[in-house]
Nanobody, 121 residues
Framework: QVQLVESGGGLVQPGGSLRLSCAASGSIFSIGAMGWYRQPPGKLRELVAAIASGGSANYADSVKGRFTISRDNAKNTVYLQMNSLKPDDTAVYYC???????????????WGQGTQVTVSS
């Protein structure tokens, strides 16, 4: 089994910062791409940022220059540093990791449980 556990969400004022973490555990052989998605109230889930196994990253236009995605391969963890937060960033944030389990030859996308980020004064 594989589990992804997220942490770091909360309530923050506009202009503030938060750091999200997502740690994977279980029978993990290798991890490829990692990413963060978000789902604002009443809207579809959207990609926020993704990072490849080699470290190259890409971002949604709406967060470029404000958010930074990073990973610690030794800890099977992906991070999202969010600065200069705006009310439009309010959403449930989900992490995703592409994981191959021991004893298998296929990779599946696993999801975290979601963490609420609310930006409000």
């Amino acid at each position: 089994q594989v589990q992804l556990v997220e942490s770091g969400g909360g309530l923050v004022q506009p202009g503030g910062s938060l750091r999200l973490s997502c740690a994977a555990s279980g029978s993990i052989f290798s991890i490829g791409a990692m990413g963060w998605y978000r789902q604002p109230p009443g809207k579809l889930r959207e990609l926020v940022a993704a990072i490849a196994s080699g470290g190259s990253a890409n971002y949604a236009d709406s967060v470029k220059g404000r958010f930074t995605i990073s990973r610690d391969n030794a800890k099977n963890t992906v991070y999202l540093q969010m600065n200069s937060l705006k009310p439009d960033d309010t959403a449930v944030y989900y992490c995703q990791q592409s994981i191959r389990r021991w004893g298998t030859t296929v990779t599946f996308n696993y999801w975290g449980q979601g963490t609420q980020v609310t930006v409000s004064s």
